[in-house]
């Protein structure tokens, strides 16, 4: 999956902090339950064990090594294969993601385990880029997640719905795709579909994503996700398939959703204003398109102690029930992002097989952070980002001396390097290690 950041010039917190001074002081939110309109309680409870693949890339890969007489590796890749990954579920008919889904949903029963499932297949999918694809229209997609929701049943089960489908909505593409709009508004009508439909089972938690802490400003993501249907979620999921720090995603997240709250449910005058949210953008940089031979602007966290007191006194302590909770895909962010030597590629595609990266924290529901329901490996582990040449103009990758596998295949040298580097390390308290 392509995740790059496009051009958006965030909120001047600085200007954004003198207005809050001069308001009155926001009353907390009651602690009780709210009622309509509230945040939906899905199935988690912080003692929800994830389903296990027994079948995954990393088991097959364990067999594989342990062939070929590379004990170390077999070893990293059965303690892999012990920790659950989600399943994705990315084109075919109807009833072909209706029996693949409901497949799944019988193997988790059976362990006794929630299965998280990633629903990849909204038309126009990543701008026609590295994960193109999709339906090939509205009506094809409702008929396709509705399949999907019959696959999933009475649950329990946690979905994962379109990364990158609000951050990288048609009128952030390349060449104009969408000169009138209609397309965007499609995007987030199917996205509202989509949430109302697997909602309509109990059992279901649904999690529209919402990019990662380098990419959207916090009151664009905010309106994006208000405008997909959020309200009706769950919540909202980040980092699917990025690299980006665990404590830094909790705290975007945590002003994701308050933002949310305050332009929803907060005070009178707020209703509506998810442009006066202070962002990560603190300083004012405007993260601009990546083309090559323009230098992306990132979010600088030793600001953030700015954006956390605009949210301090602009939302007080509003109660966790009446905050919109989220997801964090840890499955490879545990050593962060690439960052190569300035100038060392005319576009170095941090995003796309980053070297020296490591699989992150393990995935649990219990996360000791408030609004995080769950960390989780959402990108499965040792599956390429896709072909990239970092701006040579060839088809090798300078960074691995090869052509990288097409997105979504399996690459044996990338599963063993993440694992090698992960941190926390891989070890034996890992998760239960499948038998040899």
């Known amino acids: 999956m392509r995740i790059r950041i496009p051009g958006r010039r965030s909120v001047a917190v600085a ?11 926001v009353a907390p939110a009651s602690a009780e339950t709210p009622g309509a309109g509230g945040v939906p309680e899905g199935p988690l409870t912080t003692a929800t064990r994830f389903y296990v693949d027994p079948d995954s890339g990393a088991a097959r890969q364990a067999l594989t090594d342990e062939a070929a007489g590379a004990a170390g590796d077999a070893e990293n890749m059965r303690r892999l294969a012990a920790l659950p990954q989600a399943a994705w579920f990315t084109q075919g008919t109807p009833g072909g993601v209706r029996a693949g889904v409901g497949a799944l949903m019988a193997r988790a029963r059976a362990a006794q385990q929630v299965p998280v499932l990633v629903a990849y297949n909204i038309p126009g999918r990543d701008c026609g880029l590295y994960s193109s ?9 409702r008929d396709w997640i509705a399949a999907f929701a019959e696959g999933v049943g009475a649950g329990p ?5 379109e990364p990158d489908a609000l951050a990288a909505l048609p009128k952030d593409c390349a060449g104009n ?17 989509a949430v109302t439909t697997l909602k309509r089972s109990p059992g279901t938690s649904v999690y529209l994503d919402a990019g990662n802490s380098q990419w959207k400003a916090v009151g664009d993501i905010a309106r994006r996700l208000i405008d997909a249907g959020v309200a009706k979620a769950d919540g909202f999921s980040l980092n699917v398939s990025n690299f980006q720090p665990t404590d830094q995603l909790t705290r975007y997240g945590t002003w994701v959703s308050k933002c949310v709250w305050f332009a929803t449910r907060g005070p009178d005058w707020a209703r509506g204003h998810t442009d006066w949210c202070a962002s ?16 992306v602007s990132a979010a600088d966290p030793s600001t953030w102690h700015w954006t956390d007191a605009w949210y301090a006194q602009a939302t007080g302590s509003p109660a966790t029930t009446e905050l919109l909770h989220f997801v964090v895909d840890t499955s490879r962010n545990g050593r962060g992002p690439w960052t190569p030597a300035p100038g060392t590629y005319a576009d170095p ?38 072909s990239c040449a970092r701006g040579t103009g060839g088809t090798l990758d300078p960074v691995y001396g090869v052509v990288d596998p097409p997105a979504g295949a399996w690459w ?21 290690v499948l038998a040899r």
């Open 15 to 25: 200007a954004a902090l003198a207005a809050c001074a001069a308001w009155t002081a």
């Open 133 to 141: 694809g999709g339906a090939a229209s509205s009506a094809a997609y």
């Open 157 to 161: 089960a946690l979905v994962i719905l």
């Open 177 to 193: 795709v969408d000169p009138t709009g209609a397309l965007t508004a499609a995007r987030l009508a199917d996205l509202d579909f």
């Open 280 to 295: 990560q953008y603190y300083s004012g940089a405007a993260p601009n398109d990546g083309a090559p031979g323009n230098a």
């Open 349 to 386: 595609e941090t995003w796309c097989n980053p070297p020296g990266r490591g699989i992150g924290p393990r995935p649990t529901a219990d996360t000791g952070v408030p609004l995080a329901d769950a960390f989780l490996y959402v990108k499965i582990v040792g599956e390429s980002d896709g």
């Open 412 to 432: 044996p040298a990338l599963a063993h390097g993440l694992a090698r580097e992960a941190l926390p390390a891989l070890t034996l308290d890992a998760g239960p």
